[in-house]
């Protein structure tokens, strides 16, 4: 993948998910690592969309006749919530399909800056050093990312909210888009609300869960599933000892009481108008 340490390639990757308990003894299934062993096998898929009209979208997952795609849901620092539209868009796309999403590159704010290297222990391509005690950013390394902003502890390093992100969701629901492209009806989602924590699973640690687990939802509209699990996670009180800082009431956005600054929701309203899904749906107990 994208990313360095023990999923830089697909055997240190396979290696990752037995150690995580995902080998065949246990699902019943190979592993796949499905953009190859260095990342290269690839398809292009046209979408024809604002961002993209074409994405690149790992080999073996084009190939697949149809998918089952198991996402756990959860917060995210940039795009608010992680659930199958991001999971479909970041878990299919190879390196340079990954990269072309993450095109928002984070900076530093020099007078906040104690040059305490945190940041530069995280970054994941060494793009960050610490000179005369301020953190710097080679953008041309970045890969944004966002770790570097996440473990900063004098929130020093930002991005631009009001240009970036809006664009990053976008890009990802246009991945996301291509990914399933041709495979209409023969794709099936669920969505794990199990141990909802504030950030994105990537992270090399967890925090305390945000609401009370929920449940597994299931579906076949990528769109209408998250809509769903974000309405479910809203509607739960909030847990007075996690990272929510607001918003501990039921019906109130956790993801912007933990993430002020980022509308997650803005992935449904744009799947919705590139006609990935519905952001409707009707909640079956079984
Ligand atoms: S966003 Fe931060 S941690 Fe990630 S690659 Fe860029 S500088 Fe490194
Ligand atoms: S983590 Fe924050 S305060 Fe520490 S060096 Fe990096 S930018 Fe500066």
Same mark, same amino acid.
């Given at each position: 993948?994208?990313?360095?340490?023990?999923?830089?390639?697909?055997?240190?990757?396979?290696?990752?998910?037995?150690?995580?308990?995902?080998?065949?003894?246990?699902?019943?299934?190979?592993?796949?690592?499905?953009?190859?062993?260095?990342?290269?096998?690839?398809?292009?898929?046209?979408?024809?969309?604002?961002?993209?009209?074409?994405?690149?979208?790992?080999?073996? &997952?084009?190939?697949?006749?149809?998918?089952?795609?198991?996402?756990?849901?959860?917060?995210?620092?940039?795009?608010?919530?992680?659930?199958?539209?991001?999971?479909?868009?970041?878990?299919?796309?190879?390196?340079?399909?990954?990269?072309?999403?993450?095109?928002?590159?984070?900076?530093?704010?020099?007078?906040?800056?104690?040059?305490?290297?945190?940041?530069?222990?995280?970054?994941? !391509?060494?793009?960050?050093?610490? !000179?005369?005690?301020?953190?710097?950013?080679?953008?041309?390394?970045?890969?944004?990312?966002?770790?570097?902003?996440? $473990?900063?502890?004098?929130?020093?390093?930002?991005?631009?909210?009001?240009?970036?992100?809006?664009?990053?969701?976008?890009?990802?629901?246009? %991945?996301? %888009?291509?990914?399933?492209?041709?495979?209409?009806?023969?794709?099936?989602?669920?969505?794990?609300?199990?141990? &909802?924590?504030?950030?994105?699973?990537?992270?090399?640690?967890?925090?305390?869960?945000?609401?009370?687990?929920?449940?597994?939802?299931?579906?076949?509209?990528?769109?209408? &599933?998250?809509?769903?699990?974000?309405?479910?996670?809203?509607?739960?009180?909030?847990?007075?000892?996690?990272?929510?800082?607001?918003?501990?009431?039921?019906?109130?956005?956790?993801?912007?009481? $933990?993430?002020?600054?980022?509308?997650?929701?803005?992935?449904?309203?744009?799947?919705?108008? &590139?006609?990935?899904?519905?952001?409707? %749906?009707?909640?079956?107990?079984?």
């Amino acid at each position: 993948t994208l990313y360095m340490g023990a999923r830089s390639n697909a055997v240190e990757h396979i290696g990752t998910a037995i150690s995580h308990g995902f080998d065949y003894a246990v699902a019943g299934a190979p592993v796949i690592i499905a953009d190859g062993l260095n990342g290269k096998n690839i398809r292009m898929v046209k979408i024809a969309k604002k961002h993209f009209d074409e994405v690149s979208i790992a080999g073996d &997952i084009a190939a697949a006749d149809s998918m089952i795609v198991l996402s756990h849901f959860k917060g995210h620092i940039v795009s608010g919530f992680g659930g199958a539209i991001k999971n479909l868009a970041m878990g299919c796309a190879p390196p340079d399909g990954k990269r072309a999403q993450h095109n928002a590159r984070p900076f530093t704010i020099p007078e906040k800056c104690t040059g305490c290297a945190s940041c530069m222990k995280v970054c994941p !391509k060494d793009a960050i050093t610490v !000179k005369k005690k301020k953190s710097v950013i080679d953008h041309e390394l970045c890969i944004g990312c966002f770790e570097c902003m996440h $473990v900063c502890p004098e929130h020093a390093i930002e991005i631009d909210w009001e240009t970036e992100i809006p664009q990053f969701m976008e890009r990802m629901v246009e %991945y996301a %888009y291509g990914a399933v492209k041709g495979k209409e009806k023969k794709v099936g989602y669920m969505n794990f609300l199990i141990r &909802i924590t504030p950030d994105c699973d990537c992270f090399p640690y967890s925090d305390a869960p945000i609401v009370p687990d929920i449940g597994i939802l299931a579906s076949k509209d990528p769109v209408a &599933i998250d809509a769903a699990s974000f309405d479910l996670v809203n509607q739960q009180q909030g847990y007075a000892d996690s990272l929510l800082t607001a918003h501990h009431h039921p019906g109130e956005d956790k993801f912007t009481g $933990v993430h002020e600054q980022t509308d997650g929701y803005r992935q449904v309203r744009y799947a919705v108008e &590139i006609g990935m899904g519905s952001s409707k %749906y009707e909640l079956i107990r079984i």
